[in-house]
Each structure stands twice: as C-alpha cells, then as structure tokens.
C-alpha cells in the first residue's frame, strides 16, 4: 500500500516543486527577464524552414550554459536530455518548433524582424524560448533530486514546411526511449495567463492539393471546336468541393478550398492547360484516409463531359493532432497547479494543422493552447505580419511544462 500511494502521489520532494511557491515557479521567475531576451533575439533573427543554422546554434550555446549536453541533428534542429533519477522510465519529450514564416513583419515593436520578408508571424519564437525556460527549471529541479523520469528537449525544423520536420525527426530516431511528447502552441485570441486543452483531435488534417487540367484549346469564337477547359475548371472550381462534402460524413468536417487558379493569357483564347491549387482539410482520421480516392473518383465524373483530361495530385502533409485523455490530463493538472482552475479553458478543434500530429501518431501526447493575448486588447491571427504577443506568456508556458514533467509521476497512470 504504501508502494502504491508514493506512486501515486511522488515523494515530498517532487511536491514541493509544484504550485505557485514551488522551485519552478521561482526558477522561472527569476528567469523571465531572461527569457524575454531569449525570445526578442530569435524573433530578430527569423530563419526560414532547413534554414534554422543560427537559432541552433543559439540554442545550443543556451543549454550548455544550463550545463547540458545537446545533440545536432542532420541539418538543423537538435535534441537534448535532462537525465532523471530512474533511467529505467521512458522519457517524457517538450517539442518546440524553430522555423519563422516568409511574411513581413508589420509591427514597430523595438526587436522587430532584421530579415526582409521574413518573421515569427507563427509564435515559434515564444515557444522555442518557453522550452527554454522549462528547461532551466528542470536542471534545477533534478540537481534537487526531484526529476525521477528523464525528460529530452527536441527543438525541431521546418514545421511551415511540407515535408515537414517532424517526420525528419522522427527519421532521426528523436522518439527512441520517449513515451510521451507534449507541446504548446500561441493562440492569440485567448488571454495571456489561460490555456486550452483538449482530449482527442485538436487541429485538422490539411493536406496540398493540385489540379492539372488539359484540352484542346481555340480560338473563343470556336468554342464547339475546343473543350473549352475554362469551364471545366469553373466546374471543378464549385463543384469538388460540394462534391466531398456531400459524399463524406459531415461530422468529418471536410474543407476543400481553393487558393490559385491559373490558366490562360489573352481574352480571346480559350487555353489549352490549367492549374488548380488549394488545401483538404479534414478533423477525423478516418476522412483523411477516405480522402485521396473519393477526390480523384468524383474529379474523373466532374470532367467527364467537358472532354478533358484531369489529374489530382493530393500530397499527405499531416494528420489531425490527436491529444491522448493521459496525457492531457498531466498537462490539466499543470495547467490547475501554476495558474488555477479558471484558467483552464476547453479548447475547441481548429481546421488549422501542426505537423506535431506526427509525433502523436508513434506516442501518445498532447498540444495546449496557450493565451498570448493582453487582456482587453486586439486579438491577432496567426501567419499575419502584425502579430503581437503578451510576452508574460513565456513565463507561463514554460511553467506548464516543467510542472507537467514533474507532474507525470504524480498521477495514476
């Protein structure tokens, strides 16, 4: 009995470096300055997806100064673990992802992007700098002897990318003696100081679809004597998508929008090719599976009378993120412990994707939201220049996930 109830409840020492007065939230505490530093200087110097040669190295000069012993990866990225007490436990893995957008910064802030056309406008800035910070409080916490299963720090490329640097990674072996990987990711339209979670899918599938279409073309006062390929992608423009959605179950929640159209070059030739470009989304597994055949069937019907040739091409880019109910739990009773009850917020599933999904498909895991938004101020969208972050939300996530560390030898597994 009593066996179990250390198990259940870890030792003294583990407590004691939880809750708002823990070792933690004092480490973090007297880091957040630094943090802050952190995060500005990776948000001047943004690098594109395989291009993140500086931030790794700047990563790694930070976690050999905490005393660490981190590993490059292939390309860019690394990895780097904070031994436990028990090396017999698996590892429990902190993702955060390194590579900034090609969009120019909007905003006049100080540290504002030194790259033309290029910027943070995703957050990883912050979430490379709360992993950080999690990790500065977890070399204290283990030098305190309260780190019983080994936590490993994967800093990851390319996540804007397809293909994307999860499953680089993973080619990697990263997940070798992990068993479960958690993560954070900005929600600008929530306020700094509250985190959403949520069990199961958390984000869509989003896959890169492309059509190619080819026909005979003509001159526009001939039309009969073509196949008039305009209207065969207008068909395939309107119709695809109200297609899938009639076919699939739409409890799947299926999206097919289109984002580029191309084709032809002067007014009065009907051309011969076109180019269609958008992105499938889809919030369950099992749509995301159907996908790819039910496209290509309906796309053959749809072109069909126009006398055309068409082709799909639907790349797989990623699956839903899926949050294992364990694992979520872990990070609800981190959430509850640094921040309280109300500032647990039910997170509702986003039609966006993350390629962490990949992560989840080999361990179970889970993605938070967390809260960047100044109360009271303007809510900012993702993947848009002007982003803004309330940078008190480094601290906080960097206290979520140390606590979620500690906190997994403390619940019943």
Same mark, same amino acid.
């Given at each position: 009995?009593?066996?179990?109830?250390?198990?259940?409840?870890?030792?003294?020492?583990?407590?004691?470096?939880?809750?708002?007065?823990?070792? %933690?939230?004092?480490?973090?505490?007297?880091?957040?300055?630094?943090?802050?530093?952190?995060?500005?200087?990776?948000?001047?110097?943004?690098?594109?997806?395989?291009? *993140?040669?500086?931030?790794?190295?700047?990563?790694?000069?930070?976690?050999?100064?905490?005393?660490?012993?981190?590993?490059?990866?292939?390309?860019?990225?690394?990895?780097?673990?904070?031994?436990?007490?028990?090396?017999?436990?698996?590892?429990?893995?902190?993702?955060?992802?390194?590579?900034?957008?090609?969009?120019?910064?909007?905003?006049?802030?100080?540290?504002?992007?030194? /790259? *033309?056309?290029?910027?943070?406008?995703?957050?990883?800035?912050? @979430?490379?700098?709360?992993?950080?910070?999690?990790?500065?409080?977890?070399?204290?916490?283990?030098?305190?002897?309260?780190?019983?299963?080994? /936590?490993?720090?994967?800093?990851?490329?390319?996540?804007?990318? @397809?293909?994307?640097?999860?499953?680089?990674?993973?080619?990697?072996?990263?997940?070798?003696?992990?068993?479960?990987?958690?993560?954070?990711?900005?929600?600008?339209?929530?306020?700094?100081?509250?985190?959403?979670?949520?069990?199961?899918?958390?984000?869509?599938?989003?896959?890169?679809?492309?059509?190619?279409?080819?026909?005979?073309?003509?001159?526009?006062?001939?039309?009969?004597?073509?196949?008039?390929?305009?209207?065969?992608?207008?068909?395939?423009?309107?119709?695809?998508?109200?297609?899938?959605?009639?076919?699939?179950?739409?409890?799947?929640?299926?999206?097919?929008?289109?984002?580029? %159209? @191309?084709?032809?070059?002067?007014?009065?030739?009907?051309?011969?090719?076109?180019?269609?470009?958008?992105?499938?989304?889809?919030?369950?597994?099992?749509?995301?599976?159907?996908?790819?055949?039910?496209?290509?069937?309906?796309?053959?019907?749809?072109?069909?009378?126009?006398?055309?040739?068409?082709?799909?091409?639907?790349?797989?880019?990623?699956?839903?993120?899926?949050?294992?109910?364990?694992? /979520?739990?872990?990070?609800?009773?981190?959430?509850?412990?640094?921040?309280?009850?109300?500032?647990?917020?039910?997170?509702?599933?986003?039609?966006?994707?993350?390629?962490?999904?990949?992560?989840?498909?080999?361990?179970?895991?889970?993605?938070?939201?967390?809260?960047?938004?100044?109360?009271?101020?303007?809510?900012?969208?993702? @993947?848009?220049?002007?982003?803004?972050?309330?940078?008190?939300?480094?601290?906080?996530?960097?206290?979520?996930?140390?606590?979620?560390?500690?906190?997994?030898?403390?619940?019943?597994?």
């Amino acid at each position: 009995m009593e066996q179990t109830q250390q198990v259940l409840l870890g030792t003294a020492e583990q407590r004691s470096m939880l809750g708002p007065t823990g070792l %933690i939230a004092r480490t973090v505490a007297d880091s957040e300055d630094a943090l802050r530093e952190v995060r500005r200087h990776l948000h001047r110097h943004p690098e594109l997806s395989h291009q *993140e040669h500086a931030t790794t190295d700047f990563i790694e000069e930070h976690l050999r100064g905490l005393g660490l012993s981190p590993q490059r990866m292939a390309h860019t990225g690394l990895i780097c673990d904070i031994t436990g007490e028990d090396p017999s436990l698996g590892l429990t893995a902190l993702r955060a992802d390194m590579d900034a957008l090609g969009i120019p910064e909007l905003t006049t802030v100080a540290f504002r992007s030194t /790259v *033309e056309g290029v910027s943070h406008a995703c957050g990883h800035d912050v @979430h490379m700098s709360a992993v950080l910070g999690a990790a500065t409080a977890l070399v204290r916490v283990a030098d305190a002897g309260g780190l019983r299963r080994g /936590v490993r720090l994967v800093f990851q490329p390319a996540e804007e990318m @397809h293909p994307c640097g999860a499953l680089e990674l993973i080619g990697q072996d990263v997940l070798d003696g992990v068993d479960s990987i958690l993560a954070l990711h900005c929600d600008p339209g929530v306020d700094v100081g509250h985190v959403g979670l949520k069990s199961g899918p958390i984000t869509s599938a989003t896959d890169p679809v492309k059509v190619q279409v080819r026909g005979a073309g003509g001159h526009t006062s001939r039309p009969h004597l073509t196949q008039d390929l305009i209207y065969a992608l207008g068909s395939i423009v309107t119709q695809l998508p109200a297609a899938l959605n009639r076919r699939m179950d739409p409890r799947s929640g299926v999206n097919l929008t289109w984002g580029s %159209i @191309h084709a032809g070059s002067a007014f009065n030739a009907i051309p011969s090719s076109g180019t269609l470009e958008g992105t499938l989304r889809c919030l369950d597994h099992e749509a995301w599976d159907q996908a790819e055949e039910l496209l290509e069937t309906i796309l053959a019907d749809l072109v069909r009378p126009w006398g055309v040739e068409a082709r799909v091409s639907h790349d797989r880019g990623v699956p839903p993120v899926s949050n294992a109910p364990s694992s /979520v739990d872990v990070l609800s009773s981190a959430v509850r412990g640094v921040l309280g009850l109300d500032n647990l917020d039910p997170a509702a599933q986003s039609l966006g994707g993350e390629d962490f999904a990949w992560y989840l498909e080999k361990v179970p895991g889970a993605l938070a939201r967390l809260g960047t938004r100044t109360p009271g101020g303007r809510s900012y969208d993702l @993947h848009m220049g002007d982003l803004m972050i309330d940078e008190r939300a480094i601290g906080i996530g960097a206290s979520v996930l140390a606590a979620a560390c500690v906190q997994r030898d403390l619940l019943p597994v």
